[in-house]
């Protein structure tokens, strides 16, 4: 359905502003399935505006090994030298020297940032999103139990998020979103 080597992606490459010389070696592709949030926030952010600049459909190549299950990507990406694939910050750091995680670019030919809890909070990472929890005001108001429990999660939530591997908001995001909880 696409490259079938590396170097099939030259030309988009440097289109893109790239000077690097890709290998003449097979392209190993794996990453979450069309039901995961990291799949349909890997379409938003990486591929949605050059697929609309294009006329084309923001998606990816099916011929692909998905999965549901992080750590079966990750077991994917490690099995071979030349796969690339894509998983969330938390199971990529977790992987640790197994994976080499790729410095990318808001723009073409701009400069690349490397991913890092850093880069991710000060949003200088292009490729993250933000996670959240909704909660219905009316349910909080009608059951106790839910407003305790949002009450506890909002004051342990940068422990929560470094427990699972993942990056603290801001403190001025941290502020907002336990105001706007407050005044609900």
Not at 76 to 102: M, P, Q, R, Y
Not at 125 to 138: D, G, K, M, N, Q
Not at 166 to 181: G, I, K, L, N, S
């Amino acid at each position: 359905e696409g490259f079938e080597t590396w170097a099939d992606g030259t030309d988009i490459a440097s289109e893109l502003g790239s000077s690097t010389e890709l290998p003449d070696a097979e392209l190993v592709l794996t990453g979450p399935g069309t039901e995961s949030g990291t799949y349909d926030s890997f379409i938003e952010i990486a591929l949605e505006g050059i697929a609309e600049e294009r006329g084309q459909e923001a998606t990816t190549r099916s011929d692909y090994a998905s999965s549901a299950d992080d750590n079966v990507i990750i077991q994917n990406i490690e099995a071979s030298d030349t796969s690339l694939g894509w998983v969330g910050f938390a199971f990529a750091e977790e992987a640790g020297d197994a994976i080499i995680e790729i410095p990318i670019s808001a723009e073409p030919g701009g400069d690349c940032v490397d991913p890092s809890a850093e880069t991710i909070s000060d949003g200088s990472y292009p490729l993250s999103r933000p996670l959240f929890i909704y909660v219905s005001t009316a349910n909080a108001e009608q059951n106790e139990t839910l407003a305790s429990f949002v009450d506890f999660y909002l004051d342990n939530l940068t422990e929560f998020v470094e427990e699972g591997g993942y990056v603290t908001m801001p403190d001025d995001q941290v502020e907002a979103t336990t105001t706007a909880w407050a005044d609900r």
